[in-house]
């Protein structure tokens, strides 16, 4: 039996019809891993602007009445705000020593202020710690007359400039800043430090170190970072506060705008 083999020819041609075939093998194979792999570096882009927001968020709409305040100081960018722990309506001038509270505090951490019809602005200014607010030090928290009442004492008296018009007081807790660092591209979270009147005198890491703060990474790869707040207007009608994170990373771009409306009104 006489066989016979491949000729040049035959050779060529089934090579090159061998490489059609791995040429768009590769063309519907590249396409997906090309569409993954830009999905993944969009996805890394938008965690690290959109990671912060819903920390950002629940601490915004627990903040105090008016007490929200943002500032720029350089590559530092920083939103600050005072947080409710609990609340409760008082049934007697609280401009007195001592006065009854419908409501017993029950908040899971201790007080550090006490706060009556704060409107951010010069006189009923909770940052000032006068007209509006006391500090912890000066006053006590004990039954009252009746199961769902408590006394409030204060020394010395407090001076609040006026009553809340729907008879709210607050126990509010040390301030909140979270403070975001263009040179290292990250959004930290400050706490547990001393209260300033001035914002600019707490808007730098150093300067909240200083003033004995503690704090955790929010998050990181950030490029620029823009915080606004409305101006204080009433106990009834909520500052608004809007957040821009922009990331940049292998020449993508991402840019968030998160808005939060809405202090802690009950």
Not at 32 to 39: K, R
Not at 67 to 81: D, I, K, P, Y
Not at 133 to 143: E, T
Not at 235 to 240: C, R
Request: glycine share 6%; hydrophobic share 45%.
């Amino acid at each position: 039996m006489k066989t016979r083999g491949f000729t040049l020819i035959e050779l060529v041609v089934a090579i090159a019809i061998s490489a059609i075939v791995i040429v768009f093998a590769a063309l519907f194979i590249s396409a997906p891993i090309d569409a993954y792999d830009t999905h993944s570096r969009r996805a890394a882009l938008v965690s690290d602007a959109s990671g912060a927001w819903p920390r950002m968020e629940a601490d915004l709409r627990l903040a105090l009445p008016n007490s929200l305040r943002a500032r720029r100081n350089g590559v530092f960018v920083v939103l600050e705000m005072l947080p409710v722990i609990d609340v409760a309506r008082y049934m007697t001038p609280p401009s007195a020593p001592s006065f009854t509270t419908a409501g017993v505090y029950r908040g899971a951490a201790a007080p550090a202020y006490l706060s009556v019809n704060n409107l951010g602005a010069p006189g009923p200014d909770a940052y000032t710690l006068t007209g509006s607010m006391v500090a912890a030090s000066n006053f006590v928290a004990a039954p009252g007359a009746a199961p769902d009442e408590q006394l409030i004492s204060v020394n010395p008296a407090p001076a609040f400039i006026a009553d809340s018009l729907q008879h709210w007081l607050y126990f509010v807790g040390k301030p909140v800043t979270y403070l975001c660092d263009e040179g290292q591209g990250t959004l930290r979270r400050y706490t547990n430090y001393t209260l300033a009147t001035n914002q600019a005198a707490l808007d730098s890491p150093a300067e909240l170190n200083a003033a004995g703060a503690s704090n955790e990474l929010i998050t990181q790869g950030l490029t620029t970072c823009n915080f606004a707040v409305s101006a204080p207007g009433s106990v009834t009608v909520s500052q608004s506060a809007a957040v821009r994170l922009t990331t940049v990373r292998n020449g993508d771009t991402v840019t968030l705008l998160h808005s939060s409306v809405g202090q802690y009104l009950p």
